[in-house]
């Protein structure tokens, strides 16, 4: 298995376009401190499946050097597996549309909120031919299955019915037996999570915050991290000491612009290495 991590940012990137932190206004100054929005892609059989198509994906694409196929039009990437129905995580499914098929994984949940909300068969079906598979699935020789981790919903769909909501991605390769674990977005750790978690070769885990404070002292929000969908990285509710002791290489991605792990000396990163994980970093190959 190769994984290729394309973006690591939180919605809206860093720097955000509309925002004045400190963390923007040194991603501003200091280009090398920017960050995509979180994603990576999986190689299968020569075949890379993108997970997430964000705002930033046709760029990623590049960036990263996504091996390209043999025909003149025939694109880089075979599919797009989704962990929600977020816009941050679905509006590259738009920009996808010169493929000549685009196959898309994701729960029923997801994939009905897509339709009914920012009406992606309709819009892109006059493009390409998008072709849905419910999760689990197999693509190639990756084996992809869903694990629920939070029934938020996107603002679109507020009110809306359903399960699946937002999942944490479990994609095995049946050539090596090897397994990544990826969950950006983290409201609960369900015993099922906790087990794939444990079972892993590597862990992609939300990063969103360092701690549950952080957006209320920020001046983001008068919400917690927890209150926002997203466990804290640090604190007795955090996700480091929930990694601890596993086999897995665990790296942390979609961070927001106010997490202080976003600046690459921060004392942040000390404690992440003390308990063996780390900042996934953007444009490198993970061969788990």
Same mark, same amino acid.
């Given at each position: 298995? !190769?994984?290729?991590?394309?973006?690591?940012?939180?919605?809206?990137?860093?720097?955000?376009?509309?925002?004045?932190c400190a963390g923007c206004?040194?991603?501003?100054?200091?280009?090398?401190?920017?960050?995509?929005?979180?994603?990576?892609? %999986?190689?299968?059989?020569?075949?890379?499946?993108? %997970?997430?198509?964000?705002?930033?994906?046709?760029?990623?694409?590049?960036?990263?050097a996504i091996p390209r196929?043999?025909?003149?039009?025939?694109?880089?990437?075979?599919?797009?597996?989704?962990?929600? &129905?977020?816009?941050? =995580?679905?509006?590259?499914?738009? !920009?996808?549309?010169?493929?000549?098929?685009?196959?898309?994984?994701?729960?029923?949940? +997801?994939? &009905?909120?897509?339709?009914?909300?920012?009406? +992606?068969?309709?819009?892109?079906?006059?493009?390409?031919?998008?072709?849905?598979?419910?999760?689990?699935?197999?693509?190639?020789?990756?084996?992809?299955?869903?694990?629920?981790?939070?029934?938020?919903?996107?603002?679109?769909?507020?009110?809306?019915?359903?399960?699946?909501?937002?999942? &944490?991605? /479990?994609v095995r390769d049946r050539?090596?037996?090897?397994? +990544? +674990?990826?969950?950006?977005?983290?409201?609960?750790?369900?015993?099922?999570?906790?087990?794939?978690?444990?079972?892993?070769?590597?862990?992609?885990?939300?990063?969103?915050?360092?701690?549950?404070?952080?957006? !209320?002292?920020?001046?983001?929000?008068? /919400?917690?991290?927890?209150?926002?969908? =997203?466990?804290?990285?640090?604190?007795?509710?955090?996700?480091?000491?929930?990694?601890?002791?596993?086999?897995? /290489?665990?790296?942390?991605? =979609?961070?927001?612009?106010?997490?202080?792990?976003?600046?690459?000396?921060?004392?942040? =990163?000390?404690?992440?290495?003390?308990?063996? &994980?780390?900042?996934? !970093?953007?444009?490198?190959?993970?061969?788990?």
């Amino acid at each position: 298995m !190769r994984l290729l991590v394309l973006g690591t940012a939180a919605g809206g990137g860093v720097p955000q376009w509309n925002c004045g932190c400190a963390g923007c206004a040194a991603a501003r100054a200091e280009p090398a401190l920017r960050r995509r929005h979180a994603s990576i892609a %999986v190689e299968a059989g020569g075949r890379w499946y993108v %997970v997430n198509a964000t705002p930033d994906i046709t760029e990623q694409i590049e960036e990263c050097a996504i091996p390209r196929r043999g025909g003149a039009r025939e694109g880089p990437v075979a599919g797009v597996l989704l962990t929600d &129905a977020e816009l941050d =995580h679905t509006l590259g499914l738009f !920009r996808l549309r010169e493929a000549p098929e685009l196959r898309i994984a994701a729960t029923a949940t +997801v994939r &009905a909120a897509l339709e009914s909300g920012p009406g +992606v068969q309709r819009v892109l079906a006059p493009y390409t031919t998008l072709t849905w598979t419910d999760l689990p699935a197999s693509f190639g020789t990756l084996d992809v299955s869903a694990v629920p981790v939070s029934d938020k919903r996107p603002r679109y769909a507020a009110g809306t019915g359903g399960d699946g909501w937002v999942v &944490a991605l /479990r994609v095995r390769d049946r050539r090596d037996g090897r397994t +990544v +674990v990826y969950a950006p977005c983290l409201a609960a750790w369900p015993d099922e999570l906790d087990r794939a978690v444990r079972e892993a070769d590597c862990v992609f885990v939300d990063g969103t915050f360092w701690d549950d404070d952080e957006p !209320r002292r920020a001046g983001i929000s008068d /919400r917690t991290a927890t209150a926002m969908g =997203h466990l804290p990285i640090a604190g007795p509710r955090g996700t480091l000491q929930r990694l601890a002791g596993g086999r897995a /290489r665990c790296l942390y991605t =979609h961070l927001n612009n106010t997490n202080p792990l976003i600046v690459p000396d921060a004392d942040e =990163h000390r404690a992440l290495a003390a308990a063996g &994980a780390e900042v996934a !970093r953007e444009r490198v190959v993970i061969e788990p």
